[in-house]
Structures are given as C-alpha cells and as structure tokens.
C-alpha cells in the first residue's frame, strides 16, 4: 500500500521558514515524479513545486526565489525548505507522487495518482 506521510507544519510569523518532509513508502518502483501543492478552504489545490526523475524542477511563481525541492538520495523523502514566509503561504500543504502521463508543467494536480493527507502551515502577520 503506497502511503505518503508530510510533517514539518507548523505556526510562523511572517519572514520566517520551516521544512515540510513527505516520506514516500509502499513504492514496487520509483516515483517518476513527486510534488507539493497546497490549498485553502474553499480554493482550488495549486501546485507550489515539483520535481521528476530527470532532476527537472518547476516552481509556481509564488514559491520560485522563496522556496527550494528536494530528495534524498534513495528518492523516498521529498522536502521543502520554505523561507520568507507571507501570510498568503499559509494552507493546508500536501505531497504528491506518481505522475499518470508526460507533461509540460509538473505542477497540475490532475497528474499525481497518489496523495498524502496535508500537513498545515499558518504564517502569522
């Protein structure tokens, strides 16, 4: 059973930073794709970064300069190092793996086939 489980959410004032993890298990093969969205009741789920299994990296307009995505070495664990939070990053923030087809942005949800359940952070003012 794939299970995809976020920690590292939290309260922050704004300006500050944290790292959100995904540890990625129950995977019979690599993930072609891994990413973090996120989203606020009663919004659409947007896309915040993601990365493939070339290295390719692409970040929403909000995230770029601001945040950075990575994996460790065995590919199991996604992370997202968040810094010069804003009260507007704050959202439920959930991983994603395993993209359905090829795409030219890897931020649409529609893509992951897997989810896990949401780690929350609030950026206070």
Do not use: H
Request: with cysteine.
């Amino acid at each position: 059973q794939v299970t995809l489980v976020e920690s590292g959410g939290g309260t922050v004032q704004s300006g500050g930073s944290l790292r959100l993890s995904c540890v990625a298990s129950g995977f019979t093969y690599r993930s072609n794709c891994m990413g973090w969205f996120r989203q606020i009741p009663g919004k659409e789920r947007e896309g915040v970064a993601a990365i493939d299994v070339d290295g390719r990296i692409d970040y929403s307009d909000s995230a770029q300069g601001r945040f950075t995505i990575s994996q460790d070495n065995s590919k199991t664990t996604l992370v997202l190092q968040m810094n010069s939070l804003e009260p507007d990053d704050t959202a439920m923030y959930y991983c994603a793996a395993v993209c359905s087809r090829p795409s030219r942005s890897l931020l649409l949800q529609e893509l992951y086939k897997f989810w896990g359940q949401g780690t929350q952070v609030t950026v206070s003012s």
